[in-house]
Nanobody, 126 residues
Framework: QVQLVESGGGLVQAGGSLRLSCAAS????????LGWFRQAPGKEREFVAH???????YYADSAKGRFTISRDSAKNMVYLQMNSLKPEDTAVYYC????????????????????WGQGIQVTVSS
């Protein structure tokens, strides 16, 4: 079992930055690929970013060039640096861990991930 806890969310003005953190306990994250998803009110949960066990990264088109996913295996942490935030980035953000190996479009499917955090609110004001 892996427990994931997100932190770092909050309220920020458009154009600002936030860094989300996700702390893991129970097992070492080095055995998992990691992802960030988000869910806005009235919308389905959507993929944001993924980092493989070897550090290969994938991003949703909406996140490319603005968001950066990273991992620190020594600290059992995964991060999402979000820059140039827009009001449409407002959502609850979730980190997730996947035991299976995947690449390409497959990393976008929520069903790939075995463990999820409880989510954290990010609100971007205009």
């Amino acid at each position: 079992q892996v427990q994931l806890v997100e932190s770092g969310g909050g309220l920020v003005q458009a154009g600002g930055s936030l860094r989300l953190s996700c702390a893991a306990s129970g097992r070492t994250l080095s055995s998992y690929a990691l992802g960030w998803f988000r869910q806005a009110p009235g919308k389905e949960r959507e993929f944001v970013a993924h980092i493989s066990r070897t550090g290969l990264t994938y991003y949703a088109d909406s996140a490319k060039g603005r968001f950066t996913i990273s991992r620190d295996s020594a600290k059992n942490m995964v991060y999402l640096q979000m820059n140039s935030l827009k009001p449409e980035d407002t959502a609850v953000y979730y980190c997730a861990a996947a035991g299976a190996i995947a690449s390409g479009a497959a990393v976008q499917y929520s069903g790939l991930y075995d463990y999820w955090g409880q989510g954290i609110q990010v609100t971007v004001s205009s």
